[in-house]
């Protein structure tokens, strides 16, 4: 499930769940294992796929953080990064 976050201006912006971005991922490594893929095409999908395991990374530890406060409680409560 995609969740709302605010982008600088105060809009809302539908973000990519992880779900979805690790789908995205095999499709970029599929496409990166074709052998009509170009050079120049397989940089811009490596790039593409870096920038996505980063954001795969950051809420990872997000989830991480805020598993890490439920356990030192036993409630939930807010993390704020």
Known sequence: MAE????????AVEE???EEMFHQ?????EQMESP???LEDAFSL???GMKMIRR????LDLVEK???VIA?????VPFEP
């Open 72 to 76: 030192q409680n036993g409630e939930e």
């Open 46 to 48: 490596y790039e593409r």
């Open 16 to 18: 990519t769940s992880l």
């Open 36 to 38: 009509d893929v170009s």
């Open 25 to 29: 991922l095999d499709g970029i490594m």
């Open 56 to 59: 795969c990374n950051e809420k």
């Open 4 to 11: 709302q976050i605010e982008n600088p201006e105060g809009a």
């Open 66 to 68: 805020k598993m890490l």
